[in-house]
């Protein structure tokens, strides 16, 4: 198995611009989790899905932060507008248990 | 609110020595507890887990000791290599949806 794949692994951005991160899941896992990573706040869950559904979305910032899961296969973090104080790396992890597999990370830094 | 906490920031360790990574939880619910490690630039892996109805747990080279009387969580590492040098977490799972509450993370120094 790939194990979790995440596109961009790395994007920069101009303030005001729409940033979409990508995730697909490890097949099989029903799962699947959106954390941001910084130095100051450390490992911080954004949003979970389980059977495709948003299970607690209590984690994003704002609203300029919305994800999407149209499938089992495949998610979507958009920020839209992006701001410097998003500049972060940003896991996706898949689970069919206790277990979370993370994803590589994209490192988003916004200018 | 409740959360999971790590006493150390950062732990240095002569290459060969054995290592102890610590962790304290507050949610006496919690019914299951993860390690993980994260090498830079990497996400993090998972090294072990413990259920709470058991104290201990061991893998290869990696020792996991829970102590629920003082909510304590220790992870072992036995004769630490380079390839040890990492931030490492625990996490606590408080409910049945698999969603894990993360401590800040300490990182491992392994001097040689």
């Known amino acids: 198995d790939a194990g979790v794949i995440q596109s961009p692994r790395h994007e920069v951005t101009e303030m005001g611009q729409e940033v979409t991160l990508r995730c697909k899941p490890i097949s099989g896992h029903n799962s699947l989790f959106w954390y941001r990573q910084t130095m100051m706040r450390g490992l911080e869950l954004l949003i979970y899905f389980n059977n495709n559904v948003p299970i607690d979305d209590s984690g994003m910032p704002e609203d300029r932060f919305s994800a999407k899961m149209p499938n089992a296969s495949f998610s979507t973090l958009k920020i839209q507008p992006s701001e410097p104080r998003d500049s972060a790396v940003y896991f996706c992890a898949s689970s069919r248990g206790d277990e979370q597999f993370f994803g590589p990370g994209t490192r988003l830094t916004v200018l | 609110g409740e959360s999971v906490g790590l006493h150390l920031p950062t732990l240095s360790v002569q290459e060969g020595d054995n290592s102890i990574i610590n962790c304290a939880y507050s949610?006496?619910?919690?019914?299951?507890f993860i390690w993980y490690k994260q090498e830079s630039g990497k996400g993090p892996q998972f090294i072990i887990d413990?259920?709470?109805n058991m104290d201990k747990r061991q893998g290869q080279r990696v020792t996991v000791l829970l102590n629920k009387t003082v909510k304590h969580l220790s992870l072992q590492i036995a004769a630490t290599q380079p390839g040890d040098s990492a931030v490492y977490f625990c996490a606590e799972n408080m409910d049945s949806n698999y969603q894990l509450i993360w401590g800040a993370g300490t990182k491992l120094i392994i001097k040689p």
């Open positions: 413990i259920r709470s």
């Open positions: 949610n006496s619910a919690s019914d299951y």
